[in-house]
């Protein structure tokens, strides 16, 4: 037990330093310009800095965990310039996109271990694939999320679900436009959104879900400092342990009050989501 934690701790504090290198370098301008080197930072360079160090740690092949972590991470990149013209596509090009997605997500999260584990999340639950293996496991924020927008008064829209693959639901429009209870135009939390009746701002939305599934590639889960959460609370057989996103959104929100940012647009999973809708024509086939 303690040696897996201080493995944990060791990659973690491995991590930090990677990113924690990138902000120090880039503070002046990384709000105020999101670019295509930061893109390739965000999916592919820190994503495979951390398989390098886990095969490192687990004895196989760093020169292969690298080389599979970058080929992943571009799929995921792909698939969130795919995601961010989302909304003027059909049902099959939105499930190409989120199944791209997390085998980009899977590549990269199996980088630098002996054998590859397929994770893909459909709301609430998670299918997970190893050899011949099928589980089927609930995210802890993947049930946590809906419950909330549930207690809010927001409607289940079962069509826009469908079409995305995960629960999304629905509000009433203020003459603004902002969502009734909100000031914004739609809005996410974990892999969920709510949005309007005809989906206005889905691929924004689905993008912050695709931030979601990524932020689980990182040891920064409360299971992962906290054993007892995933061993005695929320059991790893029936459990995805998928709190590094509320983590990672929290210190970035951290981040804006203390900066006098704004949450909404500054922080760097905004950025991400406008560079993508901003420069989408650009990617048009």
């Given at each position: 037990?303690?040696k897996?934690?201080?493995?944990?701790?060791?990659?973690?504090?491995?991590?930090?330093?990677?990113?924690g290198?990138?902000?120090?370098?880039?503070?002046?301008?990384?709000?105020?310009?999101?670019d295509?080197?930061?893109?390739?930072?965000?999916?592919?360079?820190?994503?495979?800095?951390?398989a390098?160090?886990?095969?490192?740690?687990?004895?196989?092949?760093?020169?292969?965990?690298?080389?599979?972590?970058?080929?992943?991470?571009?799929?995921?990149?792909?698939?969130?310039?795919?995601?961010?013209?989302?909304?003027?596509?059909?049902?099959?090009?939105?499930?190409?996109?989120?199944?791209?997605?997390?085998?980009?997500?899977?590549?990269?999260?199996?980088?630098?271990?002996?054998?590859?584990?397929?994770?893909?999340?459909?709301?609430?639950?998670?299918?997970?694939?190893?050899?011949?293996?099928?589980?089927?496991?609930?995210?802890?924020?993947?049930?946590?999320?809906?419950?909330?927008?549930?207690?809010?008064?927001?409607?289940?829209?079962?069509?826009?679900?469908?079409?995305?693959?995960?629960?999304?639901?629905?509000?009433k429009?203020?003459?603004?436009?902002?969502?009734?209870?909100?000031?914004?135009l739609?809005?996410?939390?974990?892999?969920t959104?709510?949005?309007?009746?005809?989906?206005?701002?889905?691929?924004?939305?689905?993008?912050h879900?695709?931030?979601?599934?990524?932020?689980?590639?990182?040891?920064?889960q409360?299971?992962?400092?906290?054993?007892?959460?995933?061993?005695?609370?929320?059991?790893?057989?029936?459990?995805?342990?998928?709190?590094?996103?509320?983590?990672?959104?929290?210190?970035?929100?951290?981040?804006?009050?203390?900066?006098?940012?704004?949450?909404?647009?500054?922080?760097?999973?905004?950025q991400?989501?406008?560079?993508?809708?901003?420069?989408?024509?650009?990617w048009?086939?």
């Amino acid at each position: 037990m303690l040696k897996k934690i201080l493995k944990h701790l060791i990659i973690f504090s491995c991590a930090i330093k990677v990113i924690g290198l990138f902000f120090v370098c880039n503070l002046p301008t990384a709000y105020a310009k999101f670019d295509q080197k930061r893109l390739y930072i965000t999916n592919i360079a820190i994503p495979t800095g951390m398989a390098a160090i886990r095969a490192h740690f687990e004895g196989t092949s760093i020169k292969k965990a690298i080389i599979q972590s970058i080929f992943g991470g571009y799929i995921m990149q792909e698939s969130m310039k795919r995601a961010a013209k989302i909304e003027e596509k059909n049902a099959l090009y939105a499930w190409e996109t989120k199944l791209m997605f997390n085998l980009g997500a899977s590549l990269c999260e199996s980088a630098g271990y002996e054998d590859f584990t397929f994770k893909m999340d459909i709301g609430p639950v998670w299918i997970i694939n190893k050899g011949n293996d099928i589980k089927i496991k609930y995210g802890i924020n993947g049930i946590i999320a809906p419950l909330l927008h549930l207690s809010e008064c927001s409607k289940f829209d079962y069509k826009q679900s469908l079409k995305y693959g995960t629960l999304v639901f629905e509000k009433k429009q203020k003459k603004n436009g902002n969502l009734y209870g909100s000031n914004a135009l739609a809005y996410s939390t974990a892999n969920t959104f709510v949005t309007n009746h005809n989906g206005n701002h889905s691929g924004h939305e689905l993008i912050h879900t695709y931030q979601y599934r990524r932020n689980c590639l990182y040891p920064i889960q409360i299971g992962d400092y906290w054993p007892e959460f995933t061993t005695k609370y929320f059991k790893e057989d029936k459990w995805v342990d998928d709190t590094g996103w509320f983590l990672n959104w929290s210190l970035q929100c951290g981040w804006a009050s203390w900066r006098n940012k704004n949450k909404d647009y500054d922080i760097p999973l905004e950025q991400e989501a406008y560079y993508m809708e901003r420069y989408r024509k650009k990617w048009e086939p």
